[in-house]
C-alpha cells in the first residue's frame, strides 16, 4: 500500500493519493483542482487512478473531481448523503471498496456538513481488523474539529450540526485504535476551524489527550464550544460549496480563457463596466505605480484566500501581472473557482507608459517616519486591519481598528480630509487596505512599511535611553 500526502500551503489543504501495487489501482481524495501532480504520479509508477472521493463539498477551495474522472475516467465517490449534479458512487456508512491488499472502508461522520465522510485505510498486508490510518475530512483536524456554521442554510442549524459532528467524533472516530493515524483536509491557516495545528498529521491517541475538542464533556458544552468565536466566513465559501456540487467547466478551459491579452483600451472598458482589476503585483511595485482604482493582491502572498475575501465572485476580474506571471495568477484563482478571469493587460503595467494620466502611486513610510511624527505630535490617523487576536497581543494606541475582510463594508467608519497611515502585520494585508481605500476616495493614504513587526522593533530602538525625547512618546503607543 502507498499513501502519500500533497499539502497545498497557500490554502492550508491536504489531498491523498492511495495506490495498490498489486493491482497498479489509485484512488484520489480531496484533491486541487490542478491535477497535475497525481497524474504524473500515477503514471510514473504505472498505476491507473480508478477513483476520486470527496469527503464533503468543501467551501474553501474547488476540487479537482471534474478534472480527474475527464482525464482518468475515475469513478467520483461520494457519501451516500450528497446530493450532485454529476454521476456518483454514493458510499454508505460501513461500505467497503478494496482492490488489492488496500481497503477503504466509508464512516458516514456528518457535522462539518450533512454528507461528510471519513474514510478508513487498511494495509491489508499489516492487519485486517486494524486500521492504519483514518481520512478524516474536515470532521477531524490536528488540534481541532470541522466549524459546524458553514452550511446552516441546508436545513439544519449550527447547533443541530455541532451535535451530529459530537455524536460522529464519539461513536465514529473516537472508538479506534491509539495508533490509528488522523490524516485531515486542513492545517493551520484554513477557516474551516479555529485552532488547527502546523502539524498535518497525527494519531487519534495524541489527538484523544490534546485535542480542545475531544476532551471529555456533554454534548451540550461541545456544542456551545464549536458554536462559538469562530472566524468570519469569507464572502467565496458559500459560493464554492455549491459549484463543488455542479457540473462546470474545468482548469484547462478557464486559464486559457483567462489568458486573453487585452490591450489598456479594452481594460478601461471592461472598468467602466464595473469589472475588478486585480493587480497582483508586489506591493512595493503597486505602491510605486498602478492603474488608478485597481485592487492590489500580490500573488507572492494568500492571493486565491484574499481574492475570495474582496472580490465578488460573479463580477468579471481584469488582471494586470508581471509579464510571464499570468498562468500563475490565473491558476490559483481558478483553484477556489474565480473562473471569470477575462483576460491580463498586456505587457502589464508598461502597458500604462504612455498615460501617466491614469497612473497613481501610494506613499509608503517607515515605522522610524511615523514614530517621529507621533513624537512631534503631528501623529496621522492610524487604520490598523489585523484580526481581532492579533489586535489583543498588541497595537498602536488610539489607532482605529478594521478588520481588512470588514473594511469594505465599514468604509463610513474611516476618517476623511487627513492623512492616514494602514497597517497589518508586515505589509500584504495594508497594501490590499490601501487599494481599496484610494479606490473609494480616501486619498491621502500612506502604507506603513513592514507593518506592526517594524513597528515593534522600532519602538524598542526608541525606548533606549539614548532617545528620551521619544522613549517617553512611544510607552504611550504600545500596549
Same mark, same amino acid.
Not at 68 to 82: D, F, K, S, V
Not at 99 to 122: M, N, W, Y
Not at 175 to 199: F, R, W
Given at each position: 500500500?502507498?499513501?502519500?500526502?500533497?499539502?497545498?500551503?497557500?490554502?492550508?489543504?491536504?489531498?491523498?493519493?492511495?495506490?495498490?501495487?498489486?493491482?497498479?489501482? +489509485?484512488?484520489?481524495?480531496?484533491?486541487?483542482?490542478?491535477?497535475?501532480?497525481?497524474?504524473?504520479?500515477?503514471?510514473?509508477?504505472?498505476?491507473?487512478?480508478?477513483?476520486?472521493?470527496?469527503?464533503?463539498?468543501?467551501?474553501?477551495?474547488?476540487?479537482?473531481?471534474?478534472?480527474?474522472?475527464?482525464?482518468?475516467?475515475?469513478?467520483?465517490?461520494?457519501?451516500?448523503?450528497?446530493?450532485?449534479?454529476?454521476?456518483?458512487?454514493?458510499? !454508505?456508512?460501513?461500505?467497503?471498496?478494496?482492490?488489492?491488499?488496500?481497503?477503504?472502508?466509508?464512516?458516514?461522520?456528518?457535522?462539518?456538513?450533512?454528507?461528510?465522510?471519513?474514510?478508513?485505510?487498511?494495509?491489508?498486508?499489516?492487519?485486517?481488523?486494524?486500521?492504519?490510518?483514518?481520512?478524516?475530512?474536515?470532521?477531524?483536524?490536528?488540534?481541532?474539529?470541522?466549524?459546524?456554521?458553514?452550511?446552516?442554510?441546508?436545513?439544519?442549524?449550527?447547533?443541530?450540526?455541532?451535535?451530529?459532528?459530537?455524536?460522529?467524533?464519539?461513536?465514529?472516530?473516537?472508538?479506534?485504535?491509539?495508533?490509528?493515524?488522523?490524516?485531515?483536509?486542513?492545517?493551520?491557516?484554513?477557516?474551516?476551524?479555529?485552532?488547527?495545528?502546523?502539524?498535518?498529521?497525527?494519531?487519534?491517541?495524541?489527538?484523544?489527550?490534546? $485535542?480542545?475538542?475531544?476532551?471529555?464533556?456533554?454534548?451540550?458544552?461541545?456544542?456551545?464550544?464549536?458554536?462559538?468565536?469562530?472566524?468570519?466566513?469569507?464572502?467565496?465559501?458559500?459560493?464554492?460549496?455549491?459549484?463543488?456540487?455542479?457540473?462546470?467547466?474545468?482548469?484547462?478551459?478557464?486559464?486559457?480563457?483567462?489568458?486573453?491579452?487585452?490591450?489598456?483600451?479594452?481594460?478601461?472598458?471592461?472598468?467602466? $463596466?464595473?469589472?475588478?482589476?486585480?493587480?497582483?503585483?508586489?506591493?512595493?511595485?503597486?505602491?510605486?505605480?498602478?492603474?488608478?482604482?485597481?485592487?492590489?493582491?500580490?500573488? $507572492?502572498?494568500?492571493?486565491?484566500?484574499?481574492?475570495?475575501?474582496?472580490?465578488?465572485?460573479?463580477?468579471?476580474?481584469?488582471?494586470?501581472?508581471?509579464?510571464?506571471?499570468?498562468?500563475?495568477?490565473?491558476?490559483?484563482?481558478?483553484?477556489?473557482?474565480?473562473?471569470?478571469?477575462?483576460?491580463?493587460?498586456?505587457?502589464?503595467?508598461?502597458?500604462?507608459?504612455?498615460?501617466?494620466?491614469?497612473?497613481?502611486?501610494?506613499?509608503?513610510?517607515?515605522?522610524?517616519?511615523?514614530?517621529?511624527?507621533?513624537?512631534?505630535?503631528?501623529?496621522?490617523?492610524?487604520?490598523?486591519?489585523?484580526?481581532?487576536?492579533?489586535?489583543?497581543?498588541?497595537?498602536?494606541?488610539?489607532?482605529?481598528?478594521?478588520?481588512? $475582510?470588514?473594511?469594505?463594508?465599514?468604509?463610513?467608519?474611516?476618517?476623511?480630509?487627513? +492623512?492616514?497611515?494602514?497597517?497589518?502585520?508586515?505589509?500584504?494585508?495594508?497594501?490590499?487596505?490601501?487599494?481599496?481605500? !484610494?479606490?473609494?476616495?480616501?486619498?491621502?493614504?500612506?502604507?506603513?512599511?513592514?507593518?506592526?513587526?517594524?513597528?515593534?522593533?522600532?519602538?524598542?530602538?526608541?525606548?533606549?535611553?539614548?532617545?528620551?525625547?521619544?522613549?517617553?512618546?512611544?510607552?504611550?503607543?504600545?500596549?
Amino acid at each position: 500500500m502507498i499513501l502519500k500526502q500533497y499539502y497545498l500551503s497557500c490554502l492550508a489543504h491536504a489531498s491523498y493519493l492511495i495506490a495498490d501495487e498489486q493491482t497498479k489501482t +489509485a484512488v484520489v481524495v480531496d484533491p486541487q483542482r490542478d491535477i497535475d501532480q497525481y497524474v504524473q504520479e500515477a503514471e510514473s509508477h504505472g498505476w491507473i487512478i480508478r477513483y476520486v472521493f470527496l469527503t464533503h463539498f468543501h467551501a474553501d477551495f474547488l476540487a479537482g473531481h471534474l478534472e480527474l474522472r475527464n482525464r482518468t475516467g475515475a469513478e467520483i465517490c461520494l457519501g451516500a448523503q450528497a446530493q450532485a449534479e454529476y454521476p456518483f458512487r454514493p458510499l !454508505k456508512d460501513g461500505e467497503v471498496v478494496e482492490f488489492g491488499r488496500v481497503r477503504l472502508k466509508i464512516l458516514e461522520t456528518p457535522g462539518h456538513t450533512p454528507e461528510a465522510i471519513s474514510i478508513l485505510l487498511f494495509d491489508l498486508d499489516q492487519s485486517e481488523t486494524a486500521p492504519h490510518a483514518v481520512l478524516t475530512g474536515d470532521t477531524l483536524f490536528i488540534g481541532d474539529v470541522g466549524r459546524p456554521d458553514l452550511f446552516a442554510s441546508v436545513g439544519m442549524s449550527a447547533k443541530e450540526l455541532a451535535g451530529a459532528l459530537y455524536e460522529s467524533l464519539h461513536s465514529k472516530l473516537l472508538p479506534l485504535p491509539d495508533d490509528t493515524l488522523v490524516y485531515p483536509a486542513h492545517g493551520a491557516g484554513s477557516m474551516c476551524g479555529k485552532h488547527l495545528s502546523p502539524e498535518t498529521f497525527s494519531t487519534l491517541g495524541t489527538q484523544r489527550r490534546d $485535542n480542545y475538542a475531544l476532551q471529555p464533556m456533554r454534548k451540550e458544552d461541545f456544542v456551545e464550544l464549536v458554536t462559538s468565536n469562530q472566524p468570519e466566513v469569507p464572502l467565496y465559501f458559500g459560493f464554492d460549496a455549491m459549484l463543488n456540487r455542479q457540473e462546470h467547466p474545468t482548469l484547462d478551459a478557464i486559464i486559457q480563457r483567462g489568458l486573453l491579452p487585452l490591450s489598456l483600451n479594452e481594460v478601461l472598458v471592461f472598468q467602466r $463596466n464595473c469589472a475588478q482589476v486585480l493587480d497582483v503585483r508586489d506591493p512595493a511595485d503597486f505602491a510605486r505605480e498602478h492603474l488608478a482604482g485597481s485592487i492590489n493582491i500580490g500573488l $507572492n502572498g494568500n492571493l486565491a484566500t484574499w481574492t475570495g475575501t474582496i472580490l465578488a465572485p460573479e463580477i468579471s476580474i481584469v488582471l494586470i501581472a508581471d509579464p510571464g506571471r499570468e498562468w500563475e495568477a490565473v491558476m490559483q484563482l481558478g483553484r477556489i473557482g474565480y473562473d471569470h478571469v477575462a483576460g491580463c493587460l498586456m505587457r502589464g503595467i508598461r502597458a500604462l507608459e504612455a498615460r501617466p494620466d491614469l497612473l497613481r502611486r501610494t506613499e509608503r513610510i517607515t515605522a522610524a517616519e511615523l514614530a517621529e511624527h507621533i513624537a512631534n505630535d503631528q501623529a496621522p490617523q492610524v487604520l490598523d486591519v489585523r484580526t481581532e487576536p492579533e489586535r489583543e497581543e498588541g497595537r498602536i494606541d488610539h489607532s482605529l481598528h478594521i478588520p481588512l $475582510n470588514q473594511l469594505q463594508t465599514r468604509m463610513g467608519e474611516v476618517p476623511r480630509g487627513g +492623512a492616514l497611515v494602514v497597517h497589518c502585520a508586515s505589509g500584504y494585508r495594508s497594501s490590499i487596505a490601501a487599494s481599496l481605500l !484610494k479606490r473609494a476616495g480616501v486619498n491621502e493614504v500612506m502604507d506603513l512599511l513592514g507593518g506592526y513587526e517594524a513597528w515593534q522593533e522600532t519602538w524598542q530602538k526608541y525606548e533606549k535611553p539614548t532617545v528620551e525625547t521619544c522613549s517617553s512618546s512611544s510607552k504611550l503607543l504600545m500596549r
